[in-house]
């Protein structure tokens, strides 16, 4: 199963091992991590095509989408990454909770593990999908979703 660490700098390992070189292609990575943080984990191919690639003509954009979509289903499965019609879907199974779903799971719920150093970030960016350090609330450090990091 992959997981992903990203609060802080990114890390992504498979199967407790270091992932394959192939699956942490930047735009392979973000397309996962997209699905993975997205509602009900899935999205169009036209917000994939938005995000990922808008500076591709339209052709070239949708075969971008279908490689990355290839190369991913070797590492999650077959079974787990569908893709019927326009609708991308991540399945259960394919990824673990990240470090930044649990965070955002227990501020959501009011249930924070350890220390309550959490909360919604509320920058224009972002509007509260985020969250943020008590440090980043009080100004001691950047919110990355306001600096573009």
Request: net charge positive; hydrophobic share 35%.
């Amino acid at each position: 199963m992959i997981r992903f660490q990203t609060l802080g700098t990114l890390e992504v390992t498979m199967d407790g091992a270091e992932a394959p070189s192939q699956l942490l292609w930047k735009k392979n990575i973000a397309l996962l991590l997209y699905l993975a943080r997205s509602p009900k984990r899935r999205c169009t191919r036209e917000q994939l095509i938005g995000l990922l690639w808008p500076d591709k003509d339209d052709g070239a954009a949708r075969q971008s989408v279908r490689e990355a979509i290839r190369v991913l289903r070797q590492y999650v499965g077959e079974d787990r990454l569908k893709a019927t019609g326009d609708v991308v879907q991540l399945l259960d199974g394919a990824v673990e909770r990240s470090d930044s779903m649990r965070a955002t799971s227990s501020v959501r719920t009011g249930r924070l593990a350890g220390p309550a150093r959490w909360t919604r970030c509320h920058s224009a960016p972002c509007a509260g999908t985020c969250v943020v350090s008590r440090e980043q609330v009080i100004g001691q450090a950047p919110c990355s979703c306001s600096t573009g990091s």
